[in-house]
Structure formats: C-alpha cells, structure tokens
C-alpha cells in the first residue's frame, strides 16, 4: 500500500472510532476532529514546564484548538494562528494580548481574522511552542493531520526561516481515541511531536522527526501556485 493511501485509511479508521466512541461530534468527519474534552487537554497542556516558559505559540485555527489558543493569550503569550489553507502572502495571523481588549475572545477563528495582523515569517518571532491539530497520533510521536499537508508546510516554513528549531516544542492535543498503537507512515516533509496531550494524559515522544525545511520535490506546481508564500519563494530561487 502506497503510503498515501495508508494515511487515509489511518484517517478513515480514527474518525470511524472517534464518533462512534462518543469522542466527537458525528459531523468531525473529515476534519480535525473538535473532539470532546478539548478543555480538559489545555489545562493538562498548561502543566507541561515547556509550555510554561513559552512566550510565543504557534498555532492551528481550527475549532479543536481553540482552548489552547485562548489559554496561551489568556496567559499573555504571543500567538500566531496559520491563515485557513495559508491562502496570503502574508500566511500568519499574529495575536498579542497586550493589544487586545479582551484577549480571551480572539481566539476564535473569526475574531482573529478581524483583531490581529497579517505576518510574513520575516515579520515573526522565534517559536516556543507549535500546537498542530492532528486526526491521528501514535506514541513514538508521528501524526497524521486532514490530509491537505498545511501543517507540514507551515512547520517547513517556519524551520527555513530560523523560527522553530530545536528548542521548540511540538504538541499534538487529542482525544485518547485518536492516539493509535500501529506505525504511522511518515515521507521527508513530515514532522512528529514531542507531545500527545490528551484530557487524560500527557505522554512524552521521544521519536523527534524534523524536516531541514521546505521539500520543494513533493510540492506540485498547482500546489506552490495555490500558496502565495511558496510561490513568492519559487520566483526568488
């Protein structure tokens, strides 16, 4: 089995037992999954000492992460949300609650969109933290995300431009259903965790995969179109 095929059926697989297991709503088909117990995970994530001493965050903007994210303003960190299918030449949103009225209420996707700015990774902070949504995760750290390959590329970006290095941790926030015990492929631009926080537990990864930064060999020429940022990058090599 080829190893896209093998992803999907892992996502197949997960969302399946997710609804059924009563671990999201029957409409996360197909998506991060909004599982339940997502505040559960951002109070256990705020324990992690990485967290803690993290001053800026990056993160998803889907439903699923919206409690890390207003935790990590609510604490007065610097948050950086990906713009939705990083469709801007500028593909970061950059929050900073000390801008904000209410810091609590920008975290949602929407208000973010309205409340921060548009960045450019030269305009950006180095990374603490990257919070990434993820449909399947399994112990050594490896992930599996929607299938559309934004968080992969996201990461790449951020790693070529000296923003997350290896001083920066990675989460994954989940639901216990979505944690698998089988092998997850994993091809040159994927990255793993160093943790898969869950409302239950927080287990430690000690697999650390990185890319060196963006692998302009898996990226099609629709794709590098279709993502203002890559083609601006494209142009300049």
Not at 13 to 37: M, R
Request: proline content about 7%.
């Amino acid at each position: 089995m080829e190893i896209d095929q093998a992803k999907q059926a892992m996502r197949e697989k997960v969302w399946k037992q997710l609804i059924e297991g009563g671990g999201a709503p029957e409409d996360s088909y197909g998506k991060i999954p909004g599982f339940y117990g997502a505040e559960a995970t951002a109070e256990r994530l705020s324990d992690i000492p990485g967290w803690q001493r993290a001053r800026v965050v990056k993160s998803n903007p889907d439903w699923a992460q919206l409690p890390v994210r207003r935790l990590a303003l609510v604490e007065g960190k610097l948050l950086y949300m990906a713009v939705p299918k990083m469709a801007s030449l500028e593909p970061f949103i950059e929050l900073d609650p000390t801008d904000l009225d209410s810091p609590a209420d920008a975290a949602e996707k929407k208000a973010a969109t309205q409340l921060g700015r548009r960045v450019g990774v030269e305009a950006m902070r180095p990374i603490d933290v990257v919070v990434c949504g993820s449909v399947a995760v399994n112990r050594s750290g490896a992930r599996i995300g929607k299938g559309a390959g934004y968080s992969d590329l996201e990461v790449a970006l951020l790693i070529e431009a000296g923003l997350v290095t290896d001083e920066t941790m990675i989460v994954a926030p989940v639901h216990a259903l979505q944690v698998v015990e089988e092998d997850i492929p994993e091809t040159e631009h994927d990255f793993s965790v160093d943790y898969i926080v869950t409302p239950d537990e927080v287990i430690p990864c000690t697999n650390r995969r990185r890319p060196s930064g963006l692998v302009w060999a898996d990226l099609s020429p629709e794709k590098i179109a279709a993502i203002p940022a890559l083609a601006a990058r494209a142009g300049q090599g």
